[in-house]
């Protein structure tokens, strides 16, 4: 938006279909609201945010800031609260020494169950493995079998932001990090169950891993994730990280040692008044599959 030729505002807006049980809308994650602070509290956020609104059928925003959160709320966005966040210690002394450790790190470390920390201890994993012979198999990057994993797997989530072979190749294989992701399909011979993507990084000054990005039937969530946090173990870290909503793998992670940490990355959506889906049913947070690769939160 430009006052007298100056820029004095900008908002941008992630493009991605957004399949709703059986349709698919254009919905949009707005992402990078700026205004100059002199022209602050004149209206210029509302007017760029309502454009962005009505230049698609829903519009999604995470890790909403305070400002932009009230400002959200009066347009008519509904807040879905704060995605669930997960930490699953591998080595708790290397964690709680971590430089700066927040407090709520150290507080985890003492609550977290025997099992959630001990060793190698990955019985639940390696079951899960036996029992469905299933691999992970690495990958250089996405192909068209995504496309069959997406048609597939897409109905077992209400609602869920498009996940096939061109958003994915986009997402994880086009943009300049690239080379920071590890790709996995999840595999029984001649027959792709799902994906997975980690990553590694330093945080706080120690070696981390963080599950980005996961899809399947549901009913394969459980093994998906168990062999990405073996992987991940194996590697040395001192733990693994998993922000998003989705219910299944919330169980599953659970299940695996995963304990709670602080929610801190606010959801909100709004939809355009005619979306032909009933407000009540996207409202509610189990409806919605959310990973740390939606947005651009992750980058």
Not at 262 to 276: D, E, Q, V, Y
Request: hydrophobic share 45%; with cysteine; net charge neutral.
């Amino acid at each position: 938006m430009e006052r007298g030729g100056v820029v004095v505002g900008q908002q941008g807006g992630l493009p991605v279909p957004l399949a709703v049980g059986d349709r698919t809308f254009d919905a949009q994650w707005a992402v990078d609201l700026m205004v100059r602070p002199e022209w602050r509290m004149r209206g210029v956020g509302p007017a760029l945010s309502q454009v962005q609104q009505e230049s698609c059928d829903v519009s999604l925003a995470l890790s909403v800031s305070e400002a932009a959160y009230k400002a959200f709320l009066t347009a008519g966005w509904t807040d879905m609260g704060l995605l669930p966040f997960l930490v699953r210690p591998l080595a708790p002394d290397r964690l709680v020494e971590a430089h700066g450790a927040p407090w709520w790190l150290r507080e985890l470390v003492k609550v977290a169950p025997n099992r959630a920390i001990a060793g190698s201890a990955w019985a639940a994993s390696l079951v899960l493995e036996r029992v469905s012979g299933t691999h992970l198999e690495p990958i250089h990057a996405f192909d068209s079998r995504a496309d069959a994993l997406w048609a597939e797997a897409r109905h077992d989530y209400p609602i869920a932001a498009q996940r096939d072979h061109a958003t994915l190749h986009w997402r994880f294989d086009q943009c300049p990090h690239r080379a920071r992701y590890r790709r996995y399909y999840l595999v029984k011979p001649g027959h792709v169950l799902g994906y997975v993507v980690t990553r590694v990084e330093t945080w706080h000054g120690i070696q981390v891993g963080r599950i980005v990005d996961h899809f399947s039937p549901m009913k394969w969530t459980a093994p998906l994730l168990g062999e990405a946090v073996e992987r991940l173990h194996a590697e040395g870290l001192a733990a693994v990280f998993y922000e998003g909503l989705d219910e299944r793998a919330g169980l599953a992670l659970h299940a695996l040692g995963f304990v709670n940490g602080p929610r801190i990355t606010r959801f909100m959506f709004k939809a355009r008044a005619a979306l032909p889906v009933q407000h009540t049913w996207m409202a509610d947070p189990a409806n919605w599959f959310v990973t740390d690769a939606d947005a651009d939160r992750e980058l």
